[in-house]
């Protein structure tokens, strides 16, 4: 058996109990934190809350070289560890079809993520949202100003009043996190005016929720990382109450469909 197990949004506590008791069971726990990792947990933290060795992969040894996890839920049950979602913020569809192709049982213990999070902390309903998209760092497009990809995403979910979510981009092995406030400095040169939310933290004991225009966020510290912002469509007038009551949203930028 090999079983994917999503760790939440932010420590060692933020597993689910089936999800712990997967790992309690198994014979070896396998993680990745290449695609993200638990700001408020290290890796012993980890080990020591669940009193086992975890098993930790880079991108290769996970999507070039999966052997070792292969071969060994084949021989035992194993759990495969990630930040958030297994399947949703941090996917691996090609692992576990690695696995049912060697006739590996596998199943998946779901979690927190950052996308759940950004709907239940701002008060935007979750069938609101439209497409996702992430802003990566400047260096890491190679291009100037805002990608296709990010502006398209935010243009086609206004057009049709719909929320984006906005992912900012993380080198999890360098501790590189990008910053709401650089990511609205960036998203500013083409939406200056437009409302966004910041969501920082989610899943921690301090959760941070504040809106307002792209170019006023962009000169704020909301401190310790992760953080991702939300770019709000048309809004229900519950939604606009959450962002006044919650985030502290302009009444200017508030209007109700």
């Not at 927190?112 to 069938?127: F, H, K, R, V």
């Not at 906005?166 to 590189?176: S, T």
């Amino acid at each position: 058996m090999l079983t994917f197990v999503g760790l939440g949004l932010y420590d060692e506590r933020s597993i689910t109990v089936e999800g712990r008791e997967a790992v309690r069971d198994a014979d070896r726990v396998f993680a990745e934190f290449y695609t993200s990792k638990l700001l408020g947990a290290t890796v012993e933290d980890l080990e020591a809350y669940h009193d086992t060795d975890i098993e930790v992969r880079d991108r290769a040894g996970v999507e070039q070289d999966p052997e070792a996890i292969l071969r060994a839920a084949e021989e035992g049950d194993v759990v495969f560890l990630t930040a958030g979602d297994t399947m949703i913020s941090t996917t691996h569809v090609d692992l576990r079809l690695r696995a049912t192709e060697r006739g590996i049982d596998t199943r998946v213990v779901h979690a927190p993520t950052a996308e759940s999070a950004a709907s239940g902390l701002t008060g935007l309903q979750n069938y609101r949202f439209g497409k996702a998209t992430t802003l990566p760092f400047e260096y890491a497009h190679g291009a100037d100003g805002v990608p296709a990809s990010v502006t398209d995403a935010i243009d086609e979910n206004r057009e049709r009043g719909l929320h984006t979510l906005v992912y900012l981009d993380i080198k999890a092995r360098n501790d590189e996190y990008m910053t709401a406030d650089h990511a609205a400095d960036v998203l500013a040169d083409e939406y200056p005016d437009l409302l966004a939310v910041v969501v920082a933290r989610a899943g921690s004991p301090d959760p941070l929720v504040t809106a307002g225009r792209l170019s006023a966020l962009a000169t704020r510290d909301f401190g310790d990382p992760l953080h991702l912002l939300v770019v709000p469509g048309d809004l229900h007038h519950i939604e606009a109450d959450a962002l006044r009551e919650l985030a502290d949203a302009p009444a200017d930028l508030l209007e109700v469909e």
